[in-house]
């Protein structure tokens, strides 16, 4: 919001320099992105938080420096000269949807001159960012900007029977707003109506339409202004995409007993610069009104929460300039005797979110100013305890962090379409019923969607060599429930080793991930690849990864804990992708345990006192034999003496018959009890030889 520094001045006579008034009210908590001097004086651009929709007009930013300055704020008390005739008798209102609209408020104003805006009234305007239109339109430009509290004014004689009425939207219901577009309204929606309510004239607390529109040969003018449900003004407006600055206010919860105070500000406005005689009265439908809520303070609990005392003038000085109008009620006994002061306080209606002992707390600290508080921790009231998979999680990130990776973070929150390139067949997303944006209406079915977004920024902004991971979630629907797995998200593209003076560059392979995924599967026995993997993935780049501890191996319903490999072409092309990626999810319960299990199992050996002796074999396989069939086939024989089983090259062209490959295996020997002599080698060289030609058909090559 555009704060104008001499517009404040009609409520707070601070005499500060803009640059100071800006840095106050940073730090009382409203965070300021700059001020600029225009022709029409300093202007603050204050980035207002959700929670503070009070800040949205100039009347509340001068309540906050009235508190932080310890100055008076002048009050707005409008007093607009009312002629006989009764405004009860010339508009009615209904409200047939009390859930959407809390409270509406109508004025009529007769024989008004629609004309342009005097230079006052434009120069702030402009200076706020808002184009000027005629003086009674920007006049509730003016008061909204001034309150903050959005209200708006029809053409009195196009509105039919001269009656209101507030409902829901009716199905396919259709209408003309006032930026020129027909827009069809959803049934949640909350409608401005006349006559019978058959014709919607405004959609409540976004935009009026087309049809009452204040013209130049307007004559009689009927002022609106309401109160209108948050949540159901800003789901109207995401289903509408129109955000407005009324939608923004209302859809963070405008203060409804401002409603009438702003219209009769209005009003006032409207006779000085258009002339007219306003209607006695004000027709006033409030069936949400609430009783005001207190909560109590006490000193004890802001010594605890704070750490450090705050002068009871302070507090009551604070609480009463932000409108909490503070009594004090009691006095407690603290531990040594002294007295311990408690407040009860009346929440003001423009601070809805202000509902706990806490929210007093905070008020009260930042106004006094955090700066004035010792920097130490409270006291703990109950003993730390870590989650259950945190050490564990902690090995897994230093082994990631130790081979390159960095960590990110992400939300889970992802467009559809492109979660349908990754979701597994059969799964079902899990859409949000209230989404922040189109690109972020389901939670992601698996973790490489928000990896590959992160690959695809980075590489947007020339980050050409990355190693990403995260450990996070992916979400899908069990029934109509939706289930959360934690997931381990692996990314990497680029060179695998960059240039340097004695060495070449190379670029990441299949190989790179597999070798990484290896190091991680140390840490729980091992990993066990298999054909498989996700559709994602490039069909000769890929592998399901099982786990290889004992307690899933083997077992009738061992299933793939993740997928690895290259993404596939076609959907590389659909993300702009220009280089090769490399991807891998591993779901980490079935990590963690195994990891768990392989930490119990874990038992230290000393060192071999006897020498190992190495054979290697040359073998002839057939194409297709992978080298995790060779293994199994020498580990089928139970040898014990065999410590390791090694590829250690690979041949294919000359003196190879076709349709054929050449290895070379190395079986490293080793025994704990004696040296192994040439006959033992021998021997158990032989039954490798006889069961790999018996299982696989592989032959010794001749040298």
Not at 175 to 198: A, K, P
Not at 284 to 291: E, F, I, N, T
Not at 512 to 539: C, N, Q, T
Request: net charge neutral; glycine share 8%; charged share 25%.
């Amino acid at each position: 919001m555009k704060v104008v520094y001499n517009w404040l001045k009609d409520f707070v006579d601070v005499t500060a320099a803009p640059q100071e008034l800006a840095s106050r009210l940073a730090l009382s908590g409203t965070n300021i992105a700059g001020v600029e001097i225009g022709p029409h004086g300093a202007v603050i651009d204050a980035e207002v938080s959700s929670n503070r929709p009070d800040c949205l007009g100039h009347y509340g930013i001068a309540r906050e420096l009235a508190a932080i300055y310890k100055l008076p704020l002048k009050h707005v008390a409008p007093k607009p000269p009312e002629g006989s005739a009764k405004a009860g008798d010339a508009i009615k209102v209904g409200i047939q949807s009390p859930e959407l609209c809390g409270r509406f408020t109508a004025r009529v104003i007769r024989n008004v001159k629609i004309q342009p805006s005097p230079k006052w009234l434009k120069d702030r305007l402009e200076a706020s960012g808002v184009t000027s239109i005629s003086n009674v339109v920007d006049i509730s430009n003016y008061v909204m900007l001034e309150l903050g509290h959005p209200l708006h004014t029809f053409d009195y004689d196009r509105v039919r029977d001269h009656k209101i009425v507030v409902r829901h939207a009716k199905p396919a219901e259709k209408m003309r707003t006032l930026d020129g577009v027909e827009r069809q309204f959803d049934s949640n929606l909350c409608m401005i109506s006349d006559g019978d309510g058959s014709r919607a004239i405004g959609i409540g607390g976004i935009m009026g339409g087309a049809e009452t529109e204040i013209s130049f040969s307007t004559k009689n003018v009927l002022i609106e202004c309401a109160w209108f449900e948050p949540v159901a003004i800003r789901r109207a407006a995401r289903f509408l995409k129109l955000h407005t600055e009324a939608s923004t206010r209302f859809g963070r919860g405008a203060d409804p007993e401002m409603a009438e105070l702003a219209s009769r500000r209005a009003a006032e406005l409207i006779l000085q610069l258009a002339g007219g005689e306003l209607l006695s009265g004000v027709v006033d439908g409030y069936p949400g009104k609430r009783a005001p809520k207190k909560i109590r303070v006490t000193r004890a609990e802001i010594l605890r929460v704070m750490g450090a005392d705050v002068p009871d003038k302070q507090v009551e000085a604070s609480l009463g300039a932000l409108g909490f109008a503070p009594i004090r009620i009691d006095q407690n006994r603290g531990a040594e005797g002294s007295l311990l002061a408690a407040w009860e306080c009346t929440q003001p209606s423009w601070r809805a979110e202000v509902e706990r002992e806490i929210d007093l707390i905070e008020e009260i600290a930042r106004i006094y100013g955090l700066d004035k508080f010792p920097p130490r921790l409270p006291a703990a009231r109950q003993g730390a305890a870590r989650l259950p998979h945190y050490e564990a999680e902690t090995r897994l990130r230093e082994r990631l962090i130790g081979l390159g990776y960095r960590e990110i973070l992400t939300i889970p929150h992802v467009a559809e379409e492109r979660d349908a390139l990754f979701r597994p067949e059969g799964v079902s997303p899990a859409r949000l019923s209230n989404p922040l944006s189109e690109e972020a209406s389901v939670l992601r079915s698996t973790g490489v969607v928000a990896m590959a977004a992160a690959l695809e920024w980075n590489l947007n902004h020339g980050q050409r060599n990355l190693r990403l991971f995260e450990i996070g979630g992916h979400y899908r629907l069990k029934g109509t429930e939706s289930l959360e797995t934690r997931v381990l998200t692996i990314g990497a593209t680029g060179e695998a080793r960059e240039k340097g003076l004695y060495d070449a560059a190379r670029d990441l392979s299949f190989a790179d991930l597999k070798g990484d995924l290896d190091s991680i599967g140390d840490l729980l026995g091992g990993f066990r690849w298999e054909d498989g993997g996700a559709e994602w993935l490039h069909a000769a780049r890929r592998a399901a990864i099982h786990s290889n501890s004992a307690a899933s191996r083997g077992t009738k319903n061992e299933s793939a804990i993740g997928v690895a490999g290259q993404l596939a072409r076609r959907v590389a092309e659909k993300l702009k992708l220009r280089q090769d990626v490399f991807l891998a999810e591993l779901e980490l319960d079935p990590v963690y345990a195994a990891m768990k299990a392989a930490k119990e199992a874990r038992h230290y050996e000393p060192l071999p006192r006897f020498p190992s002796v190495e054979r290697d074999f040359s073998l002839l396989l057939a194409d297709g034999t992978k080298f995790s069939d060779v293994t199994k086939t020498i580990q089928s024989l139970g040898i014990r003496e065999i410590s390791s089983i090694e590829a250690t090259d690979l041949f294919r062209g000359k003196n190879v018959p076709t349709g054929k490959y050449s290895l070379l295996v190395r079986v490293t020997f080793q025994s704990r009890e004696a040296t192994l002599t040439e006959v033992q080698i021998s021997e158990y060289s032989g039954q490798i030889v006889a069961a790999l030609g018996k299982t696989l058909g592989a032959q010794l090559r001749a040298s």
